[in-house]
């Protein structure tokens, strides 16, 4: 059975500080998948990560994959209150590239405090 | 485009009670898939189709059915509601395929479902 695992669960940080979330998973895949969550909202999708070694960054976040080490990150740079939220990653395990029959971690509760 | 959309918002049924989870999507994707979130818990697959007329369970199916009769609709229905099921489901769907980033799945609104 694949596992997924966030950690932290719960992160506090300051504004302008930096920050690593990690999701380390249990099968080999090479499609990983970040998401945004604010509370009582649905998913917002932020990174796919396709092969190993992409790395994609979007302002201040950052996402990379290492498919042998079986981990992703997720990078925050001079974080910001905007940017409180819990984040997901989901690992694919469809058998059809692109279905995305997707296995999720837990989830990182992040806040920004100013 | 409406993108995702789900009804109801919010529903409370009582156990034993069957109801009909509506999901439809106006992007012409091929793959459709349902959640279900618990608090405090990343979200796990109930089933998911590839195309119309194609479905199959994911990680937590008993207690519900799907079918998918077009591309554009993907029902959920719950059989006989138990108090486990008190969730919030989220239907989704992305076009698939791996070329040119096409592979962003997109999550509709949720429903929020009690079960008394």
């Known amino acids: 059975e694949l596992k997924v695992e966030q950690n932290p669960l719960f992160l506090s940080m300051q504004e302008g500080k930096n920050y690593t979330i990690y999701c380390n998973y249990s099968t080999t895949s090479d499609r990983l998948y970040w998401y945004r969550q604010d509370p009582g909202k649905s998913l917002e999708s932020l990174f796919v990560l396709l092969s190993n070694g992409a790395v994609k960054q979007e302002g201040r976040l950052m996402a990379s994959l290492d498919t042998k080490a079986r981990l992703s990150t997720l990078h925050i740079t001079a974080a910001v209150h905007d940017l409180s939220a819990t984040y997901f990653c989901?690992?694919?395990?469809?058998?059809?590239?692109?279905?995305?029959?997707?296995?999720f971690g837990q989830g990182t509760r992040l806040t920004i405090n100013p | 485009n409406a993108g995702v959309t789900q009804t109801p918002k919010f529903q409370v049924l009582k156990t034993g009670q069957s109801m009909t989870l509506q999901c439809a999507q106006d992007m012409n994707h091929e793959y459709m898939s349902w959640y279900r979130q618990d608090p405090g818990m990343g979200l796990r697959l109930i089933h998911y189709?590839?195309?119309?007329?194609?479905?199959d369970q994911g990680e937590v199916p008993n207690g519900y059915n799907v079918s998918r009769s077009t591309t554009e609709d993907f029902p959920l229905r719950l059989l006989s509601a138990a108090p486990s099921q008190t969730s919030v489901y989220f239907c989704?769907?992305?076009?698939?395929?791996?070329?040119?980033?096409?592979?962003?799945?997109?999550f509709g609104p949720g429903t929020r479902l009690t079960v008394l």
């Open positions: 989704a769907s992305t076009q698939g395929g791996l070329a040119g980033g096409r592979n962003e799945q997109f």
């Open positions: 189709s590839v195309g119309a007329g194609i479905t």
């Open positions: 989901a690992v694919d395990t469809s058998l059809i590239q692109g279905a995305q029959k997707l296995v």
